[in-house]
């Protein structure tokens, strides 16, 4: 079974759902957010009322994950003729871990028009792997090949600060055909921008991430187990807290996904920057 | 009171708030969605174990918020030292008409870096108001000065495609001392992206909006009730669906809220664009 495929596995029992944290995507002191957010997506399309496709989710981490089992619990909110909603939260013992909503919704065809711009960048296969080996497991269930923003470490106080902004192209590893739980997983791969801006290793951490869907069942086939580019930038560093925008294109040129995130972030040292 | 004051003005009844919705932000078939998600703010706000400020808020629009009564309810999901989760939802009778989510955190200080650039554009002073009469009433709440990206009808199919960006300055009319019930309204306060590009008055409705907070209190103060400018662009309309990010600047270059959301639009006529 597919790493991803184990970290998203769901037993139903009683009211609720059953899983368990996955050692394959490991990071500091828990499993890789995004797993986590695929996760509690997959129990909302286990629903069996759930109709449609998935269009928006937002995931909100209250507590770190413990390493072990967690529940998870989904509830209907609304179903319309072509919109549905439910809330689901995970938990562990008596202590809510996450809350998250999702919305699923029929996709109707019609006016179509991509307004952003995919950045033109070399292709995934002209580009190394990054040659350090990784040092938290769930990085290594990702290929990644960086065509920009790859973070630098500052080596001092006074150096120029990182860019916000990379572009990396991104494939399950191993190869995984796409799909709406890989997505909603690859959604949150990126390297947190505080550690890109300020160069070193801090203590990060996501606190709510929301991404939305732009794609069918046909646009995910299309793209198969082939790369994605991923594309995230970030427009403040404020009070111990940064934001991160991120898009998602098949090489082909769709626009698979788009996700935003807050996390925070606490560097103990003081490091010049914009004051403004 | 001020209009914005009457809208988000709740009462205590036993586990939950009661409102009421204001005609003085009339949409087209409910309430303005940035006042519906003010008012919930405000329930969490109003929680007495609300703990620290507003740092992100989801608000997924399930239902029409029919006219008149409505009751809110807010569960604390999570405390804990500095942040905290609450899930909040609107019903109306036996119907969730809401779900959201609010996350509150403590903003210690520390590093500080604007990545994002505030657009120079001319102040607001220098701009002339729209002078059609607004065609809802929840507009007139608004004093709105487009630096840029004022919707233009398109006469004809063949008609370029409009842009999906706009610079306006915007403050609440009457005037209100910005605060984050009065940020998180605006940050809903674009017309939708799809009636820009579009060129025509189709049928829209915002299904999920994320709001983040870059700004504490001594931040808003400083705003008094000046205009903040608002930038809001798009990145695709497929589907049924688009996209829209949206930035809330101080005249003084401070990035106080970024935002996103997902709209639904129905074009009946099929409009020629990117079929990429």
Redesign the interface.
């Known amino acids: 079974m597919h790493p991803l495929d184990a970290a998203t596995k769901l037993e139903t029992s009683g009211e609720k759902l059953t899983g368990a944290t996955s050692d394959a995507y490991w990071n500091f002191t828990g499993p890789f957010g995004g797993a986590t957010a695929a996760a509690l997506l997959q129990a909302a399309m286990q629903h069996p009322k759930r109709q449609n496709l998935p269009?928006?989710m937002?995931i909100?981490y209250?507590?770190p994950v413990a390493k072990g089992a967690f529940d998870i619990h989904v509830s209907e909110?609304?179903t319309?003729r072509s919109?549905q909603?439910f809330?689901v939260?995970m938990t562990q013992g008596a202590?809510?871990i996450i809350?998250?909503?999702s919305?699923f919704?029929?996709?109707?065809?019609?006016?179509?028009?991509?307004?952003?711009k995919m950045p033109d960048v070399l292709p995934p296969e002209k580009i190394d792997p990054p040659k350090a080996k990784a040092p938290l497991a769930w990085i290594d269930r990702f290929d990644m090949r960086f065509a920009s923003g790859f973070p630098v470490m500052r080596g001092k106080d006074d150096a120029p600060?990182g860019?916000?902004r990379t572009e990396v192209w991104m494939r399950d590893e191993p190869r995984r055909k796409m799909d709406f739980i890989s997505l909603m997983n690859m959604s949150d791969a990126f390297f947190a921008r505080?550690f890109h801006?300020?160069g070193r290793l801090i203590t990060v951490g996501t606190?709510?991430m929301?991404t939305?869907f732009?794609?069918?069942e046909a646009d995910l086939a299309e793209v198969g187990d082939d790369y994605l580019l991923g594309v995230a930038?970030?427009?403040?560093?404020?009070?111990?807290?940064a934001?991160q925008?991120a898009?998602l294109w098949s090489r082909g040129?769709?626009?698979l996904a788009?996700s935003?995130q807050?996390l925070?972030?606490?560097?103990k040292a003081?490091?010049p920057?914009?004051?403004?």
């Open positions: 269009i928006a937002t909100n209250c507590a909110k609304r319309n919109t909603h809330a939260e202590d809510t809350t998250s909503t919305v919704a029929s996709r109707p065809e019609g006016f179509f028009h991509t307004s952003g600060l860019s916000a505080p801006v300020l606190i709510s929301t939305y732009h794609c069918d930038d970030a427009s403040i560093f404020a009070k111990g807290y934001d925008t898009w040129g769709k626009l788009t935003q807050m925070y972030f606490r560097d003081f490091v920057g914009d004051k403004k």
